[in-house]
Structures are given as structure tokens and as C-alpha cells.
């Protein structure tokens, strides 16, 4: 457990607004990544950051932005919510190179998209 | 692109029994290598890891996993399944470009028949 929380666990949203979603972590990692679980599909990364105010695309970016202002705050933001975004997003966070260091996951959060 | 191939999305062992989760993984240069487990309505955590030390790399939980470059696969095994072995397993395979990311399977449910 690397200290990380997600917030909210669980929403609801209609199609067309807007929803942010926030990973914090406590252990100072330089490396934080969010990504969407869906059936069928593993896990599937939207967008990553290798440290404050650096941020890239993943796979699954389209429809999605990314803000990280401090290290430990990595925030996910659907422009305009459609019921394709419905889906559990999970926050992780390695401390080095991903390569060989342990990437921790957050304990994620359920959206529905209506 | 690295990618890794989960052979079977669910898989039923009986308590007691061998466990084999399947993985292959395309890449011109060994990759580094990982396994995850996700328990239910968790993140995931790690299981074990190859980063190009010993081919047969031991895990939590008396996992353990063999890196076969010649059949390109990371195969993992348990010698005698648990009832608390059952969840979800993802295989994924770093991206070797510097790019600090992980590309996951499609994941495999393991199922703990009594």
C-alpha cells in the first residue's frame, strides 16, 4: 500500500457534464498514471505524468485531461461525460522506473455515465 | 509496441490443484515482465516480477512464474490452488522505449472450485 486514495469511489453523472476525479498519494512518487478497467479489455491507460506539470497521453486519452500541480495530486478530467466513460478508473503511482520499481494502484472509483 | 496475450479468460481449478495462467508477449528485445492480481473490488498489487535476472522468478502467495524466451512467454503457477487464490490475474509487459508504461492483458478469472 503506497498511500493512495481516490475521491469519489462511486458516482453517478449524466451525459454531458463535466466529472473530475482525484488520486493522492503520500509517498512521494514521481510517476502516477490513471487508467479505465473494462470487461474485456484489462486495463487501459488514459494518461500518465512523470512529475509535477509533465503529462502524457496513453491509449484511451480522447475525451479525457490530466492536471498535476503538486506531486502527490493527480486529477482526471472528463470534458463532457458519455456513457462510453462509464467504467472503474484506477490511480497508480510508481516511485522509479517503472521497469523494475512496483507500480501501486488506488483502490479505484465506479463511474456511471447516464 | 509491446503486448502481452492472456490465453483464456477464465480459468476453474479445484482446491488443491495446479494453477497455470497463461501469458505471451510479443517483443523483439526481452521485455521486463510482470504479473498482478486483483482481488475483488480492489486495485491491483503485485504478484511478481522478470527484470532480466533469474528466469524463474518466485511471488507472493507461493506464486511463481518462468520467462521462456524461445516460447516467448511468463507463464504463472501455483503447485495447489486456494480458495483464497481466486480473483483476477493480469499479465503486462513494460514498454522498453523509456516511455515509463505498462501494457496489461486482457486478464484471467481464476475460479477456486471447493
Known amino acids: 500500500d503506497a498511500g493512495i486514495t481516490q475521491s469519489p469511489r462511486h458516482k453517478v453523472t449524466e451525459t454531458g457534464t463535466p466529472v473530475t476525479l482525484r488520486c493522492h498519494q503520500t509517498e512521494n512518487h514521481r510517476y502516477m498514471y490513471w487508467y479505465r478497467q473494462d470487461p474485456g479489455h484489462g486495463l487501459r491507460l488514459i494518461h500518465y505524468s512523470y512529475g509535477v506539470k509533465d503529462t502524457d497521453k496513453g491509449e484511451v486519452s480522447d475525451g479525457y485531461s490530466v492536471s498535476r500541480s503538486k506531486t502527490e495530486d493527480f486529477l482526471l478530467t472528463l470534458e463532457s461525460a458519455t456513457s462510453s466513460q462509464t467504467s472503474v478508473y484506477f490511480c497508480a503511482t510508481v516511485a522509479g522506473p517503472i521497469s523494475t520499481d512496483t507500480q501501486y494502484f488506488g483502490p479505484g472509483t465506479r463511474l456511471t455515465v447516464l | 509496441a509491446q503486448s502481452v496475450t492472456q490465453l483464456g479468460s477464465h480459468v476453474s481449478v479445484s482446491e488443491g490443484a495446479l494453477v497455470l495462467l497463461r501469458c505471451n508477449y510479443s517483443s523483439s528485445v526481452p521485455p521486463y515482465l510482470f504479473w498482478y492480481v486483483q482481488y475483488p473490488n480492489q486495485g491491483l498489487q503485485l504478484l511478481l516480477k522478470?527484470?532480466?535476472?533469474?528466469?524463474l522468478v518466485k511471488g507472493i502467495n507461493g506464486f511463481e512464474a518462468e520467462f521462456k524466451k524461445s516460447e516467448t512467454s511468463f507463464h504463472l503457477t501455483k503447485p495447489s490452488a486456494h480458495m483464497s487464490d481466486a480473483a483476477e490475474y493480469f499479465c503486462a509487459v513494460s514498454d522498453l522505449g523509456g516511455n515509463e508504461k505498462l501494457t496489461f492483458g486482457t486478464g484471467t478469472r481464476l475460479t477456486i472450485i471447493p
Open positions: 522478470y527484470t532480466s535476472a533469474a528466469t
